[in-house]
């Protein structure tokens, strides 16, 4: 971790140095800017990665429609972090030297928030993840970092009281992938398990379709596997679980947010996930979610997955902090912290001294093609 951060401070440093040459080769996006305009950022994984993209635009859009804020628009800058490693350092500093943003959301992996956490840790602009759970994101106890969605640690949580405290199983299995915010969920998941006196469960790192399907299905008979947990992106769930639904008839199956949402411009895949006990972003069982679902269907075409969603709350809650407390770096910080939104499409949003989401997400299960919330017990 420590030379990680050496490294990614090195390139943020590079770029300083290299200073415009780098910054006018990264600003080519179809935004338009002003003088007079309010300037958020999102930084996203690649120019096909529009979910979030659309997400935050549809909260522009509506409080630029509500008077924005005195008059001065809110604009959404727009950059990928697709390319040679660092980029995402890059269009970062392209954001706050630039275009001069007041914040900067990311719908990244964890991987590269890193990059742009280091960013704004040295320019001291808010930086809001909404999309990596990588908790330690927040180790660096930075003011202006913010998550709002659930981390890693708090989707454990969920799901081991729904199968372990709830269901009673005891033989459990994860399935993950080599992927950096695959890794890092399923380490949480037993490191969480660990802390509450709970065996570790058995471990299954998928690669393959051609090389691991029948190494999972034997792994599943020889331990006697009850029930599965999947931690990985929906390629990862169109795999392997017609397999295992195909082969085990009554095979419990629990999934994280990520395994719903790939970030592209399409209805997320309800029919693979038919049965599937999956962690909740919420927005599905709000009246301000079911709003929210059918303005992004009318205007974009598509259901709107976990990353849309939380790109919008993430953008609202930007919003709310300068409409209360100004477009000023340091109050958007101020606010952001002491902020307690109770009209969230994905729920309630107040975040801890870390940054964090505050609260234990809640589940859903896929019936009939839809989602069905889990009630919790009393």
Sequence with gaps: MIQFRLLSLAGFLVVILTGSVIIEAQTSNDSVTSSSSINIGLVIPDPDAKAARHGAELAIREANMEGAYGGSPFNLIVHSSEGPWGTGSKVSVSMVFDDDVVAIMGSLDGRNAHLVEQVATKTRVVFLSAWSTDMSLSYAFVPWYFRCLPDDDQQAMALIQEIYKKRKITSVAIIGTEEYDSRIAVNSFIK?????????????IYRSFADDSQKVLEEIDQYDVEAIILFGKPSLASEIIPLIKRQYKNLSIF?????????KASDPRWSTLEGIILVSSGYWFTQQGIAFQEAFQDTYGYQPG?????????????????NKYGPDRNKIIDGLAEMNYKTGITGEIRFDKYGNRVGIPGLMTIKNGKPLLIIADE
């Design 192 to 204: 969480t398990a660990d802390s509450m006196k709970i065996s570790a469960p058995r471990q299954i």
């Design 306 to 322: 976990p990353a849309a969603a939380y790109a919008y709350d993430g953008t609202s809650l930007i919003i709310e902090a300068i």
């Design 255 to 263: 999934g994280s947010i990520s395994l719903m949402d790939d970030q």
